[in-house]
């Protein structure tokens, strides 16, 4: 997912805090490393992991897993051998003959093959069952029951053999649209906390606590009275009237939701649309100056061409720097540029009233000629510039570049240490701020490339 597959790991467990529990660590750590395992291998793994302490035992280790499924972290693996015939679904039907008008989007059969593999949401996080067994012992009842937000598992009636072969056959893996979902929430919780001031960051904080989204993986959205309960638990927080936290969280750009006026949603994409444009700008600044930083910033968020004379104007540059400027830009392919041609009003007029005798004699065809070409010699050119649409992606490009630089000088210093070089202490210091740099780096990856 990005070029730093350990500070990937370590974002994603310490994004969640559903892995302070026991053993939770250690599960989701074995699915981060192995891609899929069966829950018998993730048992032996997480008993080996244990070392000089006390054992796991079966029972507690199944719970622990059934809490990460439970929460979405956790996925049955799709189908192995999914029942597909592409004969079959070639072969059109009646239903399709009477909406033969209506067009359907066409799959590949690749696409159709996924699609009849992926499970039902229910399949996709349908927990182990308990043990089943009569046990002779009274202490162990308790790991019978399943919790009252698991009862609706109970329904489905899996046997001794179901239990088996979720255990011993069926897959599991980290789900990974969960994982980016946390990653965002926790980037865009941190870029936005740096931005708020002291009396509105008890709020933000309180709005990400009472977040009740489960499926929306687009949006934060929390009730306003489970707002206000976080916000009590916080200093000074119990003061704020309901007035004051709803004038707080509109001036924040929350939006309260259609379905709910009592819940406000945050828009985790459109902020982290921002933030993509702040990484671009920041370093188009620092390579080509505030004149650069100012035209582009204004290109961004108009979100359509604009003319030269425009962004002279809206920018308050100067004029022969502004075309330096743009030149420069468009030279690097950041912006594009195009030209536009408009026809005078006033001049046409003009030259068609200088001429007005001469129009008078040619009374047929050549009139018509006459005035296209009045018309023709009145025309103005002129440039208007946008944003390349590739820019991300140019962007995108040189952060890979940057860090497999970076990633060679770590390798490098690793080197030079395994070499026994006099300058030990000099190396370690220059590594831990290449693995920094690294990690931040990181950061803008999956800024760019996964949120």
């Not at 992926?118 to 012992?137: G, K, V």
């Not at 980290?174 to 865009?188: G, R, T, V």
């Amino acid at each position: 997912m990005s070029s730093t597959g350990g500070a990937s790991q370590s974002s994603f467990l310490s994004s969640m805090m559903i892995f302070q529990r026991k053993h939770s660590e250690a599960l989701f750590e074995g699915l981060l490393l192995n891609g899929r395992l069966t829950f018998d291998q993730l048992v032996e793994r997480t008993i080996s992991k244990s070392g000089g302490s006390a054992v796991p035992k079966r029972e507690g280790i199944r719970k622990c897993f059934n809490k990460l499924v439970y929460a979405h972290y956790v996925e049955r693996c799709p189908k192995p051998q999914p029942n597909f015939d592409p004969l079959a679904d070639e072969q059109p039907t009646s239903s399709r003959k009477r909406a033969s008008k209506i067009v359907e989007k066409v799959l590949s059969l690749e696409q159709k093959v996924v699609c009849t593999a992926a499970l039902s949401d229910a399949e996709r996080f349908s927990e182990i069952p308990y043990l089943m067994e009569r046990s002779s012992n009274a202490n162990d009842c308790h790991d019978q029951s399943v919790a009252g937000a698991k009862r609706k598992h109970e329904s489905l009636g899996v046997d001794e053999e179901h239990k088996i072969i979720a255990e011993n056959e069926v897959l599991w893996r980290a789900n990974f649209e969960k994982l980016i979902f946390c990653l965002k929430k926790k980037f865009c919780a941190e870029r936005k906390k740096a931005k708020l001031k002291l009396g509105t960051l008890s709020i933000w904080e309180a709005f990400l606590e009472a977040n009740v989204t489960d499926k929306d993986n687009k949006s934060v959205t929390s009730p306003i009275n489970g707002i206000l309960d976080k916000l009590r638990q916080k200093e000074g927080g119990s003061s704020m009237t309901l007035d004051q936290v709803k004038g707080v969280l509109n001036g924040l750009e929350f939006v309260s939701t259609s379905a709910n006026p009592e819940q406000f949603a945050f828009d985790l994409n459109k902020f982290a649309e921002t933030c993509r444009n702040d990484e671009i700008e920041s370093l188009v600044k620092k390579k080509y100056g505030q004149e650069a930083y100012v035209i582009l910033r204004l290109l961004v968020k108009q979100r359509c061409p604009v003319e030269t004379d425009q962004i002279t104007d809206m920018t308050i540059l100067d004029k022969m720097k502004v075309h330096e400027t743009l030149y420069k830009l468009w030279q690097d392919e950041h912006i594009d540029s195009e030209v536009r041609c408009i026809i005078s009003t006033e001049m046409g007029r003009a030259l068609a009233f200088r001429i007005s005798s001469i129009l008078l004699v040619w009374r047929d065809g050549g009139v018509y000629f006459l005035l296209q070409k009045v018309f023709a010699t009145a025309n103005i050119n002129y440039f208007v510039w946008r944003v390349k649409s590739t820019l991300q992606e140019q962007f995108l490009d040189r952060l890979h570049h940057a860090a497999l630089n970076l990633r060679q000088m770590v390798n490098n210093m690793v080197e030079l240490q395994l070499e026994g070089s006099k300058d030990e202490t000099k190396l370690r210091k220059r590594k831990g701020i290449l693995i920094l740099a690294l990690i931040r780096h990181d950061e803008s990856l999956m800024l760019f490339h996964d949120f």
